[in-house]
């Protein structure tokens, strides 16, 4: 297959579409919300062309620039214009609609609110709340009189029965402190056993960034216990780079249990992690553990709890400057949804010059922490800046375009990024771009069910609530509040 001719062949009718609305690059760019040069990039054929463009371009007909001139306001604002009475293209790869989605379609179709559908079917406003974001099953008579009353020719009857959609669920294995002594070192090879251990290590995490969580957890849990297991026997100097990698697996799986949602699972995890650290000779961990925890506690929204252990994490002796770093950043997130941007902007400052000074993440040096970011990256910062609600602020340091967010191109980590952007673009009244990268996403959230992205999901969803008579928000919301109930 011709990879790179058919790119080639893709970009030149999109710069045909382009001409035939008469826009610059620099005018179709504020008006999709891409970069110049990545639409330069994609017309050309030397990038890849995703759907999220390919839709952009489409829209081109009825596409326009806002520009807010406001002194209050001087940055230029870009969105993306959509036919109001169009409906938001659906993905293939997304699931069909159950009850509580195609209720909350139809009511959003006739643009009716909770209080008004509950007047007239005399259902509590809270049970059809419920039942929108999938928590309740409706009755044969709530059903019936939905149907009814948003016309839906039966199809709200029809779905009563069918089951809420969610993944299969398997349990996650909880850790067991391995046996020691019996036949030690009778047909182990410690370094055999490290090298092809830290091979599994690193394909798991690369599979994470675009796979489920959870069957993933299972893996590398067996996987930990086995490392740990043949550590025991080995004994002895030998086995202490065996316990470092059983501990790396351990973290690396309390970190799957938690974009699974299992916080308790993924506490017991890293606590697992932290022991068997000690018994590898890395301090490091111990430290870590806290900072993990802080991230815990963080996207539940409790910032006293995440300032605390945060604390806790960079007051642990002996720990690297690195995972005082991370732990200095985890306090100015914890900062941010305290509300304290001063003390934020200081710990943000107090991270980067601790990360500045490593070791390096993980596999290239021996530090914990996550290696698919920038450290540095304006990400954290932005993301800050949105628990603050300097909505306006965070869209300075991000930019329109989620392509210059991230060095990575990994699905999880986009996403995660792509909601946090839409968040502050929501937050700021920039609706239709808050849309259009809300949208560009919805095949990844479906496929990844990430506990934390649906946290920020949650409040993206909260935040266009609030906006009932904008129609692109309105017409994306039954996606949305699916996207939340995945997992």
């Excluded at 007239?120 to 039942?131: D, E, I, M, Q, R």
């Excluded at 994470?208 to 043949?230: E, F, G, K, M, S």
């Excluded at 914990?368 to 869209?395: E, F």
């Amino acid at each position: 297959m011709d990879v790179a001719g058919a790119a080639s062949r893709v970009g030149t009718r999109l710069r045909m579409v382009r001409h035939e609305h008469g826009l610059t690059l620099r005018e179709a760019a504020a008006a999709t919300g891409f970069s110049v040069s990545h639409l330069s990039n994609v017309e050309r054929g030397t990038r890849t062309v995703t759907e999220a463009v390919v839709r952009a371009y489409a829209n081109l007909a009825d596409a326009t620039r806002t520009v807010d001139s406001s002194a209050s306001k001087p940055d230029v604002q870009m969105s993306v214009r959509v036919p109001v009475s169009q409906p938001v293209a659906r993905d293939a790869t997304l699931p069909e609609d159950d009850f509580g989605t195609r209720l909350l379609r139809l009511r959003l179709d006739r643009r009716l609110s909770l209080s008004e559908l509950s007047s007239v079917t005399h259902v509590s406003k809270s049970y059809l709340g419920n039942l929108e974001r999938g928590r309740k099953r409706p009755s044969a008579a709530v059903a019936a009189v939905c149907d009814a009353q948003l016309e839906a020719g039966g199809s709200l009857i029809a779905l009563r029965d069918a089951p809420i959609r969610s993944p299969a669920r398997g349990p996650i294995p909880a850790p067991h402190a391995p046996v020691f002594g019996g036949d030690r070192a009778l047909n182990i090879d410690p370094d055999a056993t490290a090298i092809s251990g830290e091979a599994e290590l690193l394909a798991i995490r690369h599979a994470a960034q675009n796979d489920q969580p959870r069957p993933l957890a299972q893996r590398l849990a067996a996987h930990a216990q086995a490392v740990a297991a043949t550590a025991a026997r080995v004994g002895g100097v030998h086995a202490k780079p065996l316990w470092l990698l059983a501990a790396r697996c351990a973290e690396f799986t309390g970190w799957l249990a938690e974009e699974a949602g299992d916080s308790t699972l993924s506490h017991a995890w890293t606590t697992a992690a932290a022991n068997w650290a000690v018994s590898g000779g890395d301090p490091d961990m111990a430290g870590y553990r806290w900072e993990r925890l802080s991230l815990t506690v963080l996207y539940q929204g409790r910032a006293t709890d995440t300032i605390a252990l945060a604390s806790r994490a960079s007051a642990e002796p002996g720990i690297s400057p690195r995972i005082r770093g991370l732990a200095a950043r985890r306090l100015a997130q914890g900062l941010a949804l305290a509300g304290e941007r001063g003390a934020c902007e200081r710990a943000l400052a107090e991270s980067a010059r601790l990360l500045a000074l490593g070791p390096d993440p993980f596999p290239r040096g021996p530090s914990w922490g996550p290696n698919t970011i920038d450290d540095d990256g304006a990400v954290i910062h932005a993301s800050c800046l949105v628990d603050l609600r300097a909505y306006r602020a965070a869209i300075r340091v991000l930019g329109p375009d989620p392509e210059t967010w991230s060095p990575s191109v990994a699905a999880r980590t986009r996403a995660r990024f792509v909601v946090r952007g839409a968040l502050a673009f929501a937050g700021a009244g920039e609706l239709d771009h808050s849309c259009f990268l809300s949208e560009s996403v919805l095949p990844d959230l479906a496929r990844l069910e990430s506990s934390t992205v649906r946290a920020d999901l949650c409040r993206l969803v909260n935040v266009l609530l609030r906006h009932p008579a904008h129609a692109r928000s309105r017409a994306l919301m039954p996606e949305l509040i699916r996207a939340t109930r995945l997992g």
